[in-house]
């Protein structure tokens, strides 16, 4: 069935640094790929997302691009920042609509 | 607008009793989704309602769960003679359609002693 593997965390880094949260999948067809991130103590929400293949989604400085060959997402950013602390989560939209999960990392920044 | 809110908030049962956790949906959403986050599985699937047709409960983890969603609305996620390893926060998420973006809620936190 299809599934999501994301780097395990947790990852911490200095204010500043250069982000990379690798994300890869399996799926049959052709999938819609997110990143939702959890900021502590608040809900689920979306982050970005990419509908086809060589799609950029990009938010609030983060970017992801759906990689049909390599079947990857991996999530970036050039500068995070303190309130870049949360749990990032990458997803995958089935057939149905529902979404596959990957485990969720966890990043820290520290000031 | 309003997000999309449950209730309750936390829930501490005992275990082998009923518990019913409650979702309302963005008003005009017509998709709606239950996910369980647990520390040891993550983010899990449990059910999805698409306006008037069946539901698809692949995702249920045992005939104690069950969900209705009463007038294409409001739904209920009900479990029976719960178990400890039920304790979970339970999402609720809706969408204007399946292949729109997904609303999620605060979730229920729920404790099974």
């Known amino acids: 069935g299809d599934s999501v593997t994301q780097m395990e965390g947790p990852v911490t880094l200095s204010e500043e640094a250069c982000l990379t949260i690798?994300?890869?999948?399996?799926?049959?067809?052709?999938?819609?790929l997110f990143w939702y991130v959890q900021y502590p103590g608040e809900g689920l929400q979306l982050l970005l997302k990419?509908?086809?293949?060589?799609d950029k989604g990009s938010n609030k400085g983060f970017e992801a691009t759906y990689r049909k060959e390599t079947t990857s997402f991996h999530l970036e950013k050039g500068s995070v920042q303190v309130s870049d602390s949360a749990v990032y989560f990458c997803a995958l939209s089935s057939n149905t609509g529902k979404l596959i999960f990957g485990q969720g990392t966890t990043l820290q920044v520290k000031p | 607008g309003a997000g999309v809110s449950q209730s309750p908030s936390n829930k501490v049962t005992e275990k082998g009793k009923d518990v019913e956790l409650r979702c309302d949906p963005i008003s005009g959403h017509t998709a709606l989704y239950w996910y369980r986050q647990s520390l040891g599985q993550g983010l899990e699937f449990l059910i999805y309602f698409q306006g008037n047709s069946a539901p698809d409960k692949s995702g249920l983890p045992s005939d104690r769960f069950s969900a209705e969603r009463t007038g294409g609305s409001v739904s209920t996620l009900t479990i029976q003679r719960t178990q400890q390893e039920d304790s979970a926060v339970y999402l609720c998420?809706?969408?204007?359609?399946?292949?729109?973006?997904?609303?999620f809620g605060p979730g229920t936190r729920l404790t099974v002693l």
């Open positions: 990419a509908t086809k293949a060589d």
């Open positions: 998420a809706s969408s204007l359609n399946r292949d729109y973006e997904q609303f």
């Open positions: 690798n994300c890869t999948y399996t799926a049959t067809g052709y999938p819609s």
